[in-house]
């Protein structure tokens, strides 16, 4: 019961704006911590801390410290990344726990969920690669998609591609438990590579490599013969399937997409590290805030190729890591991780430990290239996973406090975060439904009532968000009010909030801010947002007289690129 609960985080269709990915980690988060809550009631032993989770503890104060000092301009900003950060230390706490009382108990639970949700998702993808959903049952329970490259309800195919990758390890781990003959394990996973193929995911591509690389070099760990020589047919299977892609949607009439080797033409990632790397570069030592990587791209946008995307995280864990902490810090910590990895990789003995840290590795490798990270629904098991690595090989153990004073500081710890959690959640819940009645009324619906600010007590960035989509721009206003709409405009980079904001400095009496924001707009904002620009622009001037002395910006540098 426990598993089929925990899969449906991978299986929630809902993925709503503002926060897309609020209720699969809010799923995740509560089923971990009722399990978390048994684990710490039942598991009698000592509670011993490791340096990986000490590094963890200690930067759960860093976000609140970056508000007090102006870093982040929002409470709520601070709240949201203290609150995953806790998460994971919790995470890495409760796993050490788990695999010191019940050593494979947790691997059945949580290998059983992720494989559930693998097969179910493959299943879902298929349906809409064949586009054979009916609109009255099946596809209400799926996230729309264009069948190019299905993504089931992971709104993202690199996304599925690493959940799918873990897949194949919880397919393992049934072997290993005997819970799996060789012959079902090996069927359930060849479903699952044709899933990987339909994800066409490079960054799936080079964690299947790395499974079948370790199957290899720990071919004498798994206790059966032939493993690293199943991987290998099953890469070969996948390549297979990855090659036959395209003619077979030429026989079955489906929309053909580009490939992935044309994709490998329109690589925009290396343009994007090097116009972060400049904005790290602008602020060394403190950084743009926990999580915050939009401020750095909208301070160096206007010197760098347009990338007409805005882009919330880096896709490079470590890169991220400088970002939000400062370059030493940032070294610090990517450090850290590194050294931890090399550890675990060097004490691993047994086969449920390997499946462990290919767990870890798997997703560190996504993590890259992109940001899965930054999802509960991926953070919380890895974190899980490293905790049980932590207690099993013994990784940087801090010494053994006292038995109660250890269990009552996790205890303590689990009801702060839980009480977080449903502050959390009371008011996600009434932002999601003042963003939905602003939707209404920006439509102008016929009877929808008048939308109004939320009131919340820990999501004050989202509150302030949707104040100033019904913002509009006087004469008149204060210092205060202008840097507000400057801080709301960085954290949600919309065309109509770059274009409300140089209304508000031209109107007073700021012309040349007002252009260069609207020079970072067509930098970021998509393509046909930008081109639309100099009509709503000459709309605002005719409304706003003052206006006529800011010409909308000649010459905004573009480059061809896509999205990665």
Request: glycine share 8%.
């Amino acid at each position: 019961m426990a598993s089929a609960l925990l899969s449906l985080a991978w299986l929630l269709p809902n993925h709503s704006k503002p926060w897309t990915s609020f209720h699969c980690d809010t799923w995740v988060a509560t089923m971990l911590a009722v399990i978390g809550l048994v684990v710490m009631v039942r598991a009698r032993q000592a509670v011993i801390w490791h340096g990986l989770a000490l590094v963890v503890a200690l930067l759960i104060p860093l976000p609140f410290a970056q508000h007090a000092f102006g870093t982040l301009p929002f409470a709520g900003q601070a709240w949201i990344a203290t609150t995953y950060t806790a998460g994971f230390l919790l995470a890495l706490m409760i796993g050490q726990q788990w695999q010191g009382w019940r050593p494979v108990w947790m691997g059945d639970i949580l290998f059983s969920a992720i494989g559930i949700a693998a097969v179910i998702s493959v299943a879902l993808q298929l349906q809409q690669w064949l586009g054979s959903a009916d609109p009255g049952t099946l596809d209400v329970w799926t996230v729309g998609s264009d069948g190019a490259r299905p993504y089931a309800n992971m709104s993202q195919p690199n996304q599925l591609a690493t959940l799918l990758l873990w897949g194949l390890l919880a397919f393992g781990w049934g072997v290993w438990r005997r819970q799996l003959g060789l012959a079902a394990a090996l069927l359930g996973a060849a479903f699952l590579l044709i899933g990987l193929a339909l994800t066409q995911s490079r960054a799936g591509m080079l964690g299947l490599l790395v499974l079948v690389l370790a199957a290899w070099c720990w071919k004498k760990l798994w206790g059966a013969r032939h493993v690293h020589q199943y991987a290998v047919g099953l890469a070969a299977f996948y390549v297979a399937v990855l090659l036959l892609l395209e003619p077979l949607r030429r026989v079955l009439m489906l929309d053909v997409p580009g490939s992935m080797v044309q994709r490998l033409g329109h690589e925009l990632r290396p343009e994007l590290w090097r116009m972060l790397l400049d904005a790290a570069w602008q602020r060394p030592w403190a950084g743009y805030g926990w999580n915050q990587v939009l401020p750095a791209q909208v301070a160096v946008a206007e010197r760098h190729p347009a990338l007409h995307i805005p882009f919330f995280q880096s896709h490079n864990l470590f890169l991220d890591f400088v970002l939000w902490a400062g370059i030493p810090l940032g070294i610090l910590l990517t450090g850290c991780v590194l050294a931890w990895l090399v550890t675990a990789a060097r004490r691993v003995r047994r086969p449920e430990e390997a499946l462990y840290l290919l767990m870890v590795l798997v997703v560190g490798i996504h993590a890259m290239l992109e940001l899965p990270l930054h999802y509960a629904y991926f953070l919380l098991p890895t974190g899980l996973a490293m905790g049980a690595l932590n207690a099993g090989l013994k990784i940087w153990p801090l010494g053994q406090p006292s038995r109660w004073t250890g269990r009552w500081l996790l205890v303590g710890t689990w009801c702060l975060g839980a009480i977080v959690l449903g502050f959390v959640v009371r008011d996600y819940f009434r932002v999601e439904a003042a963003y939905a009645a602003l939707q209404l009324e920006r439509a102008q619906i016929q009877n929808s009532r008048a939308a109004e600010a939320p009131e919340v007590l820990l999501l004050t960035d989202l509150r302030e968000v949707q104040r100033f989509m019904k913002f509009e721009p006087v004469a008149g206003a204060s210092l205060p009010e202008l840097q507000w709409a400057r801080e709301v405009t960085v954290i949600w980079p919309s065309s109509r909030n770059f274009i409300t904001l140089a209304i508000l400095l031209g109107l007073n009496q700021q012309p040349r801010e007002a252009r260069d924001w609207l020079i970072k707009m067509c930098h970021i904002v998509p393509r046909e947002q930008c081109a639309s620009g100099p009509s709503r622009w000459e709309q605002a001037q005719k409304l706003h007289p003052q206006l006529a002395g800011i010409e909308w910006p000649a010459a905004v540098q573009s480059t061809q690129a896509v999205s990665p």
